[in-house]
């Protein structure tokens, strides 16, 4: 048998204040180890590393060629636009090189997208040239030199591109520690408010920024380096100023560049169909190079040439912190756009071939790439349109097609450096400008937002200007904030109207904004809110109802409460009388003698008081002729039906609101109804 008195239970003594951390200890004890098993782990390895997921799957035979074949016409136009959108970034030319290739070898093994290539952007390139121009300008490397007799001041060249390199790469670091930190708290969601009007108007200001920036390169005029608010309008300033001093060599190569470029690229938009691979037309420097090197444009016309291009590789370099404090907000806004650049680029080609991109993951795929090249002096890397147009068309299906494209730039830096130092820079910037074109066919999308909505087209139009007079940072921020503003303004102003049938349909549509509806029945109105019901738009919300409605029932209950009070003082003077029926007739005579309105309006009493009809039960056809002097506002409906299908918030305000809306209706006997109730607006319509 079970005896109570010999049952002994064993527990551990606690002590309170040690509780918690006992029972944190043990879930994390239970996490790491007991529920840690070789198939979680290596779930885990492979959520990091996604590369042991696709390359063990990877069809050799089927797919190799055609990696091959995309990689080789990658690696051709990321090596040359890897030159070109240097010159953005204000580095040497041939830290491009490096800034194509590095961040390829992390990606490789870290990303999610199949399709896109990874390096330089023009947008986020010149981001990266306005943070370094600002900590690391001309004037800063000015020396005083007297070589001629005559003291005159040149720039340290030298230094400056030393210190500019430093800057570029520590940025790039820092870059890579903001973005590595949001993979890593799955912050992956920021972008979101990131919307396509906002990037749309962002990136068409700055492709106007790189243009203007490339503009005098192309012209070889010289002009200061401006960095924030108008800084665009004092560089075409100084274009205008100088441009007596417009350098022809360098103008004819770069109008010739750019006029073979656009051409080309036109000619493989319109038969890509025909042509497997498309025409690397950015080789045309191979050409440029040779002419300028057997004419000598240098040194006969003062030709702008890139000069020198390190061969090989340089050491890894230690990113300067003390440069943290001063570029931290621009690395933010410059990682954010890189990411949300790549991203959306990656998603687009994700969704044609049937793949899903990891917003997360490729945080900490660029977070590590940047990483990795900011320690060897590159600058921030995402991916180009452009390329990642040319990998795909070609028939690229993984990430190998981006390796053999780093293969390429690799050829570049070890044996083909120093073979295009003679390479005028008219000549890249031409080659970036001709690649600005679908940037700058984005204005397009202003009429067909203004038709679609209205405040996207506002979105687009004020991010544009912004970026264009504020610089890239502060637009970015400006047009942000303005995405957010107009949010708070569409939930606090929503739109509100009355609904009509569709005929032959149970659809119902909003009366002005379709013409082919019909308002029925007579004596219903519909009334559909579009959005969130709270204390910030509950009053535009009753505005509207008296709007659709066509009176406001405060006013007409008011009145009839004056029309009562005045006919019970006639029924009481013998001047009116009441049937049976409560139907108010003339007593036979004239009604001149009826005295004027003195009665002063109490409003309190009004709204809250019930009127006094005790001594002669009086109903009132309040759409009929009153016998008295005071103009009651007609009712011509009996019921309001009230569509809260699209609420999907109230707040208790909203709730008081509706219960004084609802009880104002009835006092003057218009019956509330409402319809598509669910969740929570199911239990505020029972308190209702």
């Not at 330089?120 to 030199?145: C, H, N, Q, T």
Request: contains cysteine; proline residues 4%; glycine residues 8%.
């Amino acid at each position: 048998s079970f005896s109570i008195s010999n049952l002994c239970v064993l527990l551990p003594v606690y002590v309170a204040q040690f509780m918690f951390v006992d029972v944190c200890l043990y879930k994390i004890y239970n996490v790491l180890f007991d529920s840690c098993t070789s198939k979680k782990a290596y779930f885990i390895v492979k959520k990091f590393f996604p590369v042991l997921d696709w390359l063990p799957k990877y069809r050799w035979k089927e797919w190799f060629v055609n990696d091959l074949i995309s990689g080789v016409s990658t690696g051709l136009v990321g090596t040359l636009q890897g030159l070109a959108f240097a010159l953005l970034a204000a580095v040497p030319v041939g830290y491009g090189l490096y800034s194509s290739f590095f961040p390829i070898l992390t990606y490789f093994f870290l990303g999610t997208s199949k399709h896109i290539s990874v390096g330089p952007f023009p947008v986020v390139s010149l981001m990266v040239g306005s943070v370094v121009l600002s900590i690391a300008p001309d004037e800063k490397f000015a020396i005083l030199g007297n070589a001629t007799g005559l003291n005159k001041t040149i720039i340290d060249t030298v230094a400056r591109d030393a210190a500019r390199i430093a800057v570029s790469g520590t940025l790039s670091f820092l870059i890579g520690i903001i973005q590595l930190a949001l993979g890593i708290f799955q912050i992956g969601f920021i972008v979101r408010y990131l919307a396509d009007p906002l990037v749309g108007g962002f990136t068409t200001a700055a492709a106007f920024q790189v243009f203007v920036s490339q503009f005098k390169l192309v012209l070889n005029v010289p002009t200061q380096n401006y960095n924030g608010v108008l800084s665009i309008i004092y560089t075409i300033r100084d274009i205008f100023m100088n441009i007596r001093l417009t350098n022809i060599a360098d103008l004819i190569a770069g109008l010739l560049t750019f006029v073979v470029c656009v051409v080309v690229k036109e000619i493989n938009d319109r038969y890509k169909r025909i042509f497997r691979v498309p025409i690397p037309i950015e080789v045309i420097v191979v050409i440029a190079t040779g002419i300028s090197y057997g004419v000598n444009l240098h040194a006969k016309y003062n030709a702008g040439i890139v000069a020198t291009i390190p061969s090989g590789f340089i050491p890894p370099m230690t990113p300067d912190v003390s440069l943290f404090s001063q570029i931290g907000s621009s690395a933010f806004s410059i990682g954010i756009v890189a990411y949300a650049v790549a991203v959306s680029v990656g998603k687009v080609y994700a969704t044609k071939h049937n793949y899903e991109v990891d917003g997360n993951q490729e945080f900490i795929a660029f977070g590590i790439s940047n990483l990795f090249g900011g320690a060897f002096s590159c600058f921030c890397a995402t991916t180009a349109l452009s390329r990642t147009a040319v990998q795909e068309s070609t028939g690229g299906r993984t990430q190998i097609a981006g390796i053999i494209s780093a293969g390429i730039v690799l050829i570049a830096i070890v044996a083909l450096g120093r073979l295009l130092e003679p390479l005028q820079k008219s000549v890249l910037a031409a080659i970036v400008i001709a690649n600005l074109k679908g940037m700058f066919w984005q204005v397009f999308d202003i009429p067909r937002l203004w038709k679609q909505n209205k405040w996207d087209s506002a979105i687009w139009v004020f991010t544009c200007i912004a970026s264009i007079f504020l610089g890239l940072d502060s637009g970015l921020l400006a047009g942000l904030l303005f995405g957010l503003a107009t949010i708070l303004l569409r939930v606090q102003f929503p739109s509100c109207g009355a609904l009509g049938n569709v005929p032959g349909t149970d659809i119902y549509k909003n009366v002005k904004e379709y013409k082919n509806v019909s308002v029925f029945p007579e004596g219903v109105k519909i009334i559909r809110h579009t959005s969130g019901m709270f204390y910030g738009n509950i009053d535009g919300f009753k505005n509207a109802i008296k709007s659709i409605v066509g009176f406001d029932p405060v006013k007409v209950y008011n009145k009839r409460t004056k029309a009562l009070r005045k006919i019970q003082k006639l029924i009481k003077k013998g001047q009116l009388r009441s049937t049976k029926n409560g139907v108010i007739s003339n007593t036979g005579t004239d009604n001149e003698g009826f005295e004027p309105d003195e009665d002063v309006e109490d409003p309190e009493q009004e709204n809250n008081g019930a009127v006094q009809t005790k001594e002669v039960e009086i109903q009132v056809d309040w759409n009929s002729e009153l016998p008295v002097k005071i103009s009651v506002p007609k009712v011509s409906i009996h019921s309001i039906i009230f569509d809260f299908g699209q609420i999907h918030f109230i707040d208790v305000v909203a709730v008081r609101s509706l219960k004084v809306i609802f009880k104002e209706l009835k006092r003057i006997d218009v019956e509330p109804y409402i319809a598509a109730c669910e969740g929570m607006l199911y239990s505020v319509k029972k308190s209702i």
